[in-house]
Nanobody
């Protein structure tokens, strides 16, 4: 059983920054691929960024240059640094982890970008 708990969401002005964090428990973290997804009302859940056990990263095109994903295996965390935030970044952000056939999701944290 794997548990993922996100934190760091909130309200931020356009152009501002937030750092999301996800803590993973209940499994061996080192060999899991981790990522962040987001879902805005009325839209499909979309990949924001992912990071492999070897720390290879992938980003959605709209996030490149603004968002950075990282992991700390000792702390069992995966973070998402979000800079230059735009109103269209407003969504619930979910932490995701995968190993083999197993997929786990966090409860989500709300990010609102507004003046």
């Amino acid at each position: 059983q794997v548990q993922l708990v996100e934190s760091g969401g909130g309200l931020v002005q356009p152009g501002g920054s937030l750092r999301l964090s996800c803590v993973v428990s209940g499994s061996i973290f080192t060999f899991w691929t981790m990522g962040w997804y987001r879902q805005a009302p009325g839209k499909q859940r979309e990949l924001v960024a992912s990071i492999s056990p070897g720390r290879s990263t992938n980003y959605a095109d709209s996030m490149k240059g603004r968002f950075t994903i990282s992991r700390d295996n000792a702390k069992r965390t995966v973070d998402l640094q979000m800079n230059s935030l735009k109103p269209e970044d407003t969504a619930v952000y979910y932490c995701w982890g995968s190993r083999g056939s197993a997929n786990s999701w966090g409860q989500g944290t709300q990010v609102t970008v507004s003046s």
